[in-house]
């Protein structure tokens, strides 16, 4: 017997998502790579976590569907409680999703390029991946996207790692004209300046999924939320672990709904240096996409060395990006993290130090 | 377009795995009915939970692999951390099992009754799920098992809900004669007298999974670990989500696995009570299985009501106990989980009054 006996073919030959880089905590970068929140959460949801944390229950198995944090994101998001599925971490949810609605040999459609997990968990369930290119100007390819009959179509709105956000008629659009499932994935939403939570109550085919590892700097808590028709969500509880989000990430999230204005202020700021560097790092050479997100995809300029060049560079100087050499769309480009107003400045700076010398 | 379209049919028409009931915490339940631990974890681990969570970094992303809970286990168990596999909880790591090893329409084996989430997950997968009854005095059924070409088996050690641990070197004689892998799933083994640990040297088709919700108290947290092939295990990696324990969750089970020996006076406590409430059931008419794990099986006396009566009625008395009505081999049994002494004594007078009036 050996290993090709044992294990899956579509799993054999994967190779695998392969997440941003996570450094030691002992070694001091810049980390500008995967999208995290460079603020701690508000002081008061830092002290609603303090005190809610209730050591002598932890022996307990958690509520198994997240009931109070169902309940609190109800109350947040004005949404009745059955309508949301709570996952352990958004990428918990798209599992659920691929593993609810695509059967082996059944279509999985999204633009690209996206999030690259999107093809990993299609390739995982033995489903057909097609990736339609965006169309002209970043809009949505719905011809494309719908020529495939596809059973789940994934719509990243803001999408990684471009930052751009697809108007959302052109996804009531698609939702309208699909035989399949919508997921329109809102991880950066909070830094957008719509999303699509209203479209929910006109579409029966339509799923949103959130995270709480952006906005509500709360990646570390494995917290995502899924908000759908009860139809389709009863359906998912079914696949979902049984006790998938724990006790303490249930106190956190629960929390953080319920101080929702506390984090106001940093998405602000993290939205004027988004704009702040989109314009710096033009004038510096580089093409830069307008950005809904908290990060920027910049074409770096040419003169240079390319993608791999400046990843490296930078990372020399401590400073952490990312870099997707593995889509041929994407050498010359990096995925920049909004970080805090200081580490925009150290970044610049190693900018025009590798420019001008 | 309507549910049936959307949905994978295997979905649809199963009626997902149902836990025991978690109830409210304002509710005062004597709650014997889902195996966690009736202690708080040792104040050593409390207080290295207290030093260790870092509130300032929950916004980062935790380490992908869990690879400081790998290290800790390393250590603690005398094997190499590249032969650990941290999961959300023991049932993450039996679902990367399924869809790592298990193609719709092959094989999956257990002998039964067991942990019915086996046949849940299998039904997920698109498995074949063949249950093998136990062979007399609860022996393995080897042969049984076998004549399926089983792509998986799984052989949970110390059993749930009987409690009883099939001998070790049964276990390697099926590794021996199967083409397929091997899951032993060790949830319950620190009640045990004997673990199969020292099998892994021997075996590369064998993975023994555990879990922190029993023995470490930790149910709230979500940890398993699995142990096994290395070569398997990097298979097992592609399926898991990339961050799937969350950072305070790696903190509390590194401080659980640095203080093992604090756990053992509870532990104690533990079988020596499984042992006297044995004792104490079968004086008063209830036929119980011997039992290696923190619950006994218990077969209700004839003259009163069935399982089902017996859990209404203690329930109504304030205790939680897990009835299996489902299956028809076990309808006059209970599945009482070994509480803290005054629990017991509480059991037991609740008991005698039903029996006596």
């Known amino acids: 017997m050996n290993i090709r006996h044992w294990v899956r073919p579509e799993v054999l030959d994967m190779a ?26 508000p002081p008061a949801v830092l002290q609603a976590w303090a005190d809610a944390l209730d050591f002598g229950r932890l022996r307990l198995y958690p509520e198994p569907s997240a009931r109070p944090v169902r309940e609190a994101a109800a109350a947040a998001y004005g949404i009745d409680a059955a309508q949301i599925l709570v996952g352990n971490g958004s990428d918990d949810l798209l599992t659920i999703l691929l593993r609810t609605f695509v059967a082996p040999g ?54 990684a790692p471009t930052g751009h956000a697809v108007p959302l008629p052109l996804v009531a659009e698609l939702c ?18 719509d999303n699509g939570l209203a479209l929910l109550r006109d579409h029966a085919n339509l799923i ?18 899924a908000f759908g028709p009860v139809a389709l969500l009863e ?19 629960v929390a953080a709904l319920e101080h929702l204005a506390d984090y106001q202020p940093f998405l602000q700021t993290i939205r ?10 033009r004038q510096r050479g580089f093409e830069v996409l307008d950005s809904q997100a908290n990060f920027v995809l910049a ?18 100087a401590g400073i952490l990006v990312r870099y997707f050499g593995n889509d041929p769309s994407l050498v010359d480009h990096l995925r920049i993290t909004i970080g805090r107003p200081e580490e925009m400045v150290r970044l610049l700076e190693e900018v025009d130090r590798v420019l001008h010398g």
């Open 16 to 41: 695998g998502y392969q997440p941003g880089e996570q450094p030691d905590a002992a070694r001091p970068f810049i980390k500008l790579n995967t999208n995290e929140n460079p603020f701690n959460p």
């Open 235 to 253: 359906q998912m509880h079914k696949v979902r672990d049984s006790y998938n989000v724990n006790r303490l990430s249930q106190v956190a999230a």
């Open 299 to 316: 074409r770096v300029p040419p003169g240079h060395g390319g993608g791999r060049w400046w990843l490296e560079t930078l990372r020399a």
């Open 272 to 281: 004027h240096e988004r704009q702040a560097l989109t314009v710096a790092l």
């Open 106 to 159: 059944e279509c999985v459609a999204v633009p690209e390029p996206t999030y690259s997990l999107y093809h990993s968990l299609a390739q995982l369930q033995g489903g057909r991946f097609v990736g339609v290119p965006w169309d002209q100007a970043w809009q949505l390819p719905v011809a494309g996207l719908l020529a495939s009959a596809p059973k789940l179509l994934i719509i990243a709105r803001p999408n």
């Open 176 to 193: 309208q004209r699909t035989t399949g499932v919508v997921v329109l994935d809102e991880a950066y939403v909070d830094f957008a300046d």
């Open 208 to 225: 949103l999924i959130r995270t709480f590892s952006k906005s509500m700097a709360m990646a570390g808590l494995r917290i995502g939320l």
